[in-house]
């Protein structure tokens, strides 16, 4: 278990799980926000799903599109395609020896930019706001891959 | 290698790389779910899908949309957006030295909870059946998350 | 950070963090595509995204679908269903142990067969090349999950 308490006890390791697992507990918000919106608006795509409210061809009224409800499931897929290669390259950033406050600048910087993504696609606010919310996640992570590439690459 | 030897010694991260790669397996299916139905049924979404059914006007019939093919990738975007934080929450909550049979409570839970949410949204069996299998699944990762933050928070 | 240094230095987890960050950041690109396809094509999805081509009505006519962004993101999504699986599964399989020469193999397989199956979407090619792409990918996972469960296995 030796190394595992070393692990624990590496900062910029540490780091990384606390924003991860904060950034990833906002992802998982987005569900509930996509099941709060079908709920109160009665907006379902599942003929199980509104048998509760009426049944067969009272039910069928219901099976239908939503602006709001797809404006969150675009949030959330976004935010899917943007934390996947945050997740994946940051664990391995993090276990490549970065320095504490580089890295902890990187982590910052994405769980802020991805919060402020989600506020922006929700209001929603004009653009540019979404745009920056997204470019600076997206420029994050490549400044974490780059950083990967450039001192470890073992092709 | 003598860290790595030690890993693969460690119980909870071993329980969590079975399980993780049994779910994950599982989301694979969904794959080859999706493309038995969209070939028993001829329902294509790609013009060069459907070249082998006829050309021309006679392929563009099968550029349509199914209610079970789309059943099926609903129930794989469900799965792609729990298994990621699972994944993500997951590796972090075993690295950070929990008690075993309480994370074997965790995964055993969260992947029985994600195989029934397959099977309740494929059948599809009436709900709350494939909203209790979202919910366990769900609470067991949240679960894990406040068990990381309580205890290693790091910002 | 003994143990670190030791992760950093084991050949098989440095090359599965080499191939892991190249086929995150190709999927990466995907974002970008989609974007590009977006402002030059002037098809857009959000109302806000389209306010500097005209306000009010004559803005609604930019909200619509268009083949070519749909492809792009159908690329997308599918590189998010089996790179995920990739992730996971390759870093436990990293971690526990396997011949170098193997995992590269396995490595370069999945980054090639995904490249290959980015540009057949796109271009787009006949099929089989796309389902070439895509089972050999597939296959590629299943082949890592096979080991990983064969050896490893703790339920």
């Known amino acids: 278990m030796a190394d595992l308490t070393r692990l624990v006890e590496n900062e910029v390791f540490m780091a990384f799980a606390s924003y991860a697992t904060i950034v990833?507990?906002?992802?998982?918000?987005?569900?509930?926000?996509t099941a709060f919106y079908r709920l109160t608006r009665k907006v379902f795509v599942n003929p199980e799903d509104c048998t509760s409210?009426?049944?067969?061809?009272?039910a069928k009224k219901y099976l239908r599109t939503?602006?709001?409800v797809e404006r969150v499931r675009r949030a959330h897929l976004n935010d899917l395609?943007?934390?996947?290669?945050?997740?994946?390259?940051?664990?391995?950033?993090?276990?490549?020896?970065?320095?504490?406050?580089?890295?902890l600048l990187h982590f910052r910087l994405f769980v802020g930019a991805r919060i402020y993504h989600t506020i922006a696609y929700l209001t929603p606010l004009p653009q540019p706001n979404r745009a920056l919310g997204f470019f600076i996640g997206y420029g994050v992570t490549f400044s974490m891959a780059y950083s990967l590439?450039?001192?470890?690459?073992?092709?």
Chains 1, 2, 3 share one sequence.
């Open 81 to 103: 395609e943007n934390i996947v290669p945050f997740l994946g390259i940051g664990l391995l950033y993090s276990l490549s020896g970065p320095d504490l406050s580089t890295a």
């Open 24 to 33: 990833l507990s906002k992802m998982m918000f987005m569900s509930t926000a």
């Open 149 to 155: 590439l450039k001192n470890k690459l073992y092709l």
């Open 53 to 58: 409210f009426g049944r067969g061809e009272n």
């Open 66 to 68: 939503d602006d709001r």
